[in-house]
């Protein structure tokens, strides 16, 4: 399997980066991966792009994005590089979003949204329902899944 997997960051400041990251090395310790962080950026296709060099110097074989817009701008930069995805370098993306419909189709991380959405419907009901009594701060944590298409593959050699 791949030994040094990189996370291309997000914004500094968003949270949902903040808990990729950590995620990101948590998992990268249980399977035994050598983590590589690459620094913040804007969550742009041009970022991603502009990232690929980058990854490329890393030792990483494959990269995982803060979200699905980045990596496909890793595509394109690693495509621009002359790297075949998924033959010589993995990507993967976050959100699921237009993933399935791009070429290649991109293995990516759903937050499953829907689930989401169902969920704050029910918070927002909830509190509506109990008025000033009800709790202010409530956290619900939904699992995601790793929805595999074709920018993944065993690295090389």
Not at 10 to 19: D, H
Not at 92 to 109: F, I, K, R, S
Not at 143 to 151: F, K, N, Q
């Amino acid at each position: 399997g791949h030994t040094r997997v990189a996370y291309l960051s997000g914004p500094a400041r968003s949270w949902a980066n903040g808990q990729r990251r950590k995620a990101f090395r948590r998992a990268a310790d249980r399977l035994g991966v050598e983590p590589h962080v690459l620094p913040s950026r804007m969550s742009t296709y041009a970022a991603g792009q502009q990232a690929a060099p980058a990854l490329l110097t890393s030792g990483a074989s494959a990269v995982v994005a803060f979200d699905d817009l980045m990596a496909h701008g890793v595509l394109a930069g690693l495509a621009a590089e002359g790297v075949s995805v998924p033959a010589e370098f993995s990507v993967v993306g976050c959100d699921d979003v237009m993933a399935a419909q791009t070429y290649p189709p991109l293995t990516t991380v759903s937050a499953r949204a829907a689930e989401a959405g169902a969920a704050a419907v029910d918070l927002l009901t909830q509190r509506l329902g109990r008025g000033a009594e009800a709790a202010s701060d409530v956290r619900v944590l939904l699992d995601t899944a790793l929805v595999e298409r074709s920018t993944t593959a065993a690295p090389r050699g």
